[in-house]
């Protein structure tokens, strides 16, 4: 039976002090692996960080919802400490404290991360994180009113795309350096969903507004400055659903299947205001959702399953596979040719053959002239140069294969150094199914990619179904069985073997089952 929910909210910022830097919590070994142009860098912050907390209490219990403006949760040994804000030990010593202090139990609480990560080091200390957010649960238990909550959704299409590139020779790519474009086949699909979690007063006054969304906050601070401490467009829209919806209204974000999506702005490094206007683009399409929505008395239910994911084992036979492959790309580049192009050479032919592939040494009446002749050495010079610059461009793509190939190899090695460094054949996983209304949440600790969301959307019972990814734990890359054999970026920095999909799938069919009872 539907009952009346009582709902409190608070939100605390999180933020580290400027003034450090940002490589100071680092290990050496953690340091090979931050971009150089960090290392020694102060501390910038361009809008602060925040932890929203959501207490909800149907009369049978509490749940308590916390969204952290943060990369991920719980993530120093999984990341070899580069992932330094969130210590191992968070969640299960938050939950301790939240029981002992609220008596809500460890398995009712969640914490979600936003994704933003422009700098290694952005929060406050550890001991500071738990004492702030138990701050904002004690002031959101405070403050607990009668609510109704509806569910919904909004459509975005326009402003991501999936950034994984299938190549026709039957692999896949993602991000810079990017392959020749004439080798490119397709990109995967994105979810363009909005899925939208409404909660009013009883005078139907707004009170809260939870959106998911599957993205990868890499645009970077509204101020439109990059390597600076910000919430990235996740600030924007909240900030943009609370000054439209007014009345002390708390917006949170919960990451959706975003794991192979970007933003479509992402490589607009020149388009000023990019952060702004995906977030205000992105806030209008939640809105337009909300307005749909209508509200009344809601059930709460929570399912948690503590599960064990397999460590893969192939890494170092697929190093093994791309080092070979980098002894033939390079005994490739070992030519016989007496004569090679240096760039400087290069550049002015390339620009000469590609203004007029037809006439590119002299004008055409030389070539028509020559022709009435039977002189055929303007056309033989030009099948030369043709050739030579093709020699050229076929050394850069194998180049650029290489450097591809040697950034896989430098994540493999990282992955399987972790898996090395924590010695088990599984690792331990909690997935949640959190059913709130019509509404329910599967909360995983991995990067969901989108293909993972269908399939969960397909499999579930209920009318509105969504993947809250990055919470309560952190596991990197979660990449369907499929992906595998194609090496894209999400395998290479995937530390689960193949099989985790089926035990996922599996896990969540029997969350379903017991919401549903």
Avoid at 398 to 410: A, Q, V
Wanted: aromatic share 8%.
């Amino acid at each position: 039976m539907s009952k009346t929910i009582y709902a409190g909210v608070s939100k605390i910022e999180i933020t580290c002090e400027e003034g450090g830097t940002y490589d100071a919590l680092l290990s050496e070994k953690a340091k090979k692996h931050i971009p150089i142009e960090y290392l020694g860098t102060t501390l910038k912050i361009d809008d602060p960080l925040f932890a929203r907390v959501l207490v909800l209490d149907d009369g049978l219990g509490k749940i308590v919802l916390v969204t952290m403006d943060v990369t991920a949760i719980g993530a120093r040994t999984i990341s070899q400490n580069i992932l330094s804000d969130s210590a191992d030990d968070f969640m299960p010593d938050l939950r301790k404290q939240i029981e002992k202090e609220f008596n809500i139990p460890g398995c009712r609480v969640s914490v979600s991360a936003s994704h933003t990560h422009q700098a290694p080091r952005m929060l406050c200390d550890d001991d500071a994180q738990i004492a702030r957010i138990l701050g904002a649960i004690r002031t959101a238990l405070q403050n607990m009113v009668p609510v109704t909550i509806g569910v919904g959704s909004g459509f975005e299409d326009t402003i991501t795309f999936n950034r994984t590139l299938m190549l026709k020779n039957g692999t896949d790519h993602t991000l810079s350096p990017f392959p020749p474009e004439d080798e490119i086949e397709r990109l995967r699909p994105v979810d363009p969903e909005i899925g939208i979690l409404r909660i009013d007063k009883l005078d139907g006054s707004p009170f809260a507004v939870i959106y998911n969304f599957g993205c990868h906050l890499l645009l970077g601070s509204p101020k439109r400055n990059s390597g600076h401490i910000t919430a990235d467009h996740v600030g924007v829209t909240l900030k943009y659903l609370e000054d439209n919806l007014g009345g002390g209204t708390m917006a949170f974000f919960l990451q959706g299947s975003g794991g192979d999506v970007n933003e479509i702005f992402n490589y607009d490094l020149d388009k000023r205001h990019r952060t702004v206007d995906f977030g205000t683009t992105l806030g209008e399409s939640v809105l337009k959702g909300y307005r749909k929505i209508s509200t009344g008395p809601a059930e709460i239910k929570v399912v948690c399953k503590n599960i064990a994911f397999p460590f893969r084992k192939d890494i170092p036979n697929i190093i093994s596979a791309i080092k070979d492959e980098q002894a033939m790309l390079m005994a490739s580049l070992n030519t016989s040719y007496a004569y090679l192009l240096s760039f400087k050479e290069f550049l002015p032919l390339y620009l000469q053959y590609s203004l007029n592939p037809d006439y590119p040494s002299h004008l055409s009446l030389r070539y028509l002239r020559a022709a009435e002749c039977g002189d055929k050495s303007i056309k033989e010079k030009d099948d030369r140069n043709r050739l030579e610059i093709k020699k050229y461009l076929d050394r850069i793509r194998t180049m650029e294969k290489m450097t591809r190939n040697e950034l896989k190899i430098s994540m493999l090695k990282k992955h399987q150094e972790v898996i090395d460094e924590i010695g088990t054949a599984t690792i331990p996983a909690e997935i949640k199914g959190i059913k709130i209304g019509d509404c329910v949440y599967i909360a995983t600790p991995m990067e969901m990619l989108v293909e993972v969301g269908f399939n969960v959307k397909k499999m579930s019972p209920f009318k509105y179904t969504y993947i809250a990814s990055i919470s309560n734990g952190y596991l990197h890359y979660a990449p369907p069985a499929s992906y595998y054999r194609r090496g894209g970026y999400e395998v290479s920095e995937c530390l689960l073997a193949p099989e985790w999909e089926n035990i996922f799938y599996n896990v969540v069919k029997d969350i379903f089952t017991e919401l549903e009872k």
